[in-house]
């Protein structure tokens, strides 16, 4: 794995960037969102010279893709939004948000998953508006490659699992479902759903799941 840390006034941005997959499909290392952590957890002991130098360099470097984050939240979010919040989502068919989300992503993947995951939490809540831009976020990303979108989508989707919308629940099983990654197979047998046909969905996403896997050990 290769990590970059840089390092801006008392927050540390950890950026990771991913090994390439295996024929399998296994996933070899990860890239996440970019992490902010107390900079007094991950900096131990007194600073040389030769490290205040450095992390003075990092301080630029974090200040120049900053604004570069920032201008393109400016830029796409508001939009993204509205098109979410007005989805018709139809199994197998791409919505509007889909085409501009995918758009953005070959601009910038790193930014776009970024920005995907702020609108999904800014609005996890159960107005029912806002179920219509989670379950619009959950089916757009459903259509991506497991490993293009991990671990943002799949964190996403863990966040839906425990929503009290069912509908929403529902998708959140679905995008397990198309990814069809063995890596679900924990996250869906940690939820105890209280809808009985959303139990017996889950369930039977889970055994195919547990069959992909097999293949993938056995195969």
């Known amino acids: 794995m290769i990590t970059k840390e840089i390092l801006k006034k008392n927050i540390l941005y950890r950026i990771y960037i991913p090994q390439k997959s295996s024929s399998q499909g296994k996933i070899e290392g990860e890239r996440v969102l970019p992490e902010i952590i107390n900079s007094s ?55 509007p948000s889909e085409k501009y989300f995918d758009k953005i992503f070959k601009e910038n993947s ?38 293009k979108v991990y671990p943002t989508a799949q964190s996403i989707a863990i966040d839906a699992l425990s929503h009290k919308d069912v509908e929403v629940q529902e998708y959140a099983i679905k995008c397990f479902e198309n990814w069809k990654h063995p890596n679900g197979i924990e996250k869906l047998k940690a939820i105890k759903f209280n809808t009985g046909w959303l139990e017996e969905y889950a369930n039977d996403v889970i055994k195919e799941l547990e069959e992909v896997q097999e293949n993938v050990v056995f195969g």
């Open 41 to 95: 957890n991950a900096i131990n002991g007194n600073q040389t010279n030769k490290d205040s130098y450095n992390n003075s360099i990092s301080s630029t470097l974090a200040n120049e893709r900053k604004d570069l984050y920032d201008e393109f939240i400016h830029k796409h979010e508001s939009i993204l939004t509205s098109m979410l919040i007005s989805d018709l989502n139809e199994s197998g068919v791409s919505n």
């Open 110 to 147: 790193l930014f776009s998953l970024n920005l995907i995951m702020k609108i999904f939490m800014d609005h996890f809540s159960n107005n029912h508006r806002y179920v219509t831009l989670l379950i619009s976020v959950l089916h757009m990303l459903s259509h991506y490659e497991y490993r």
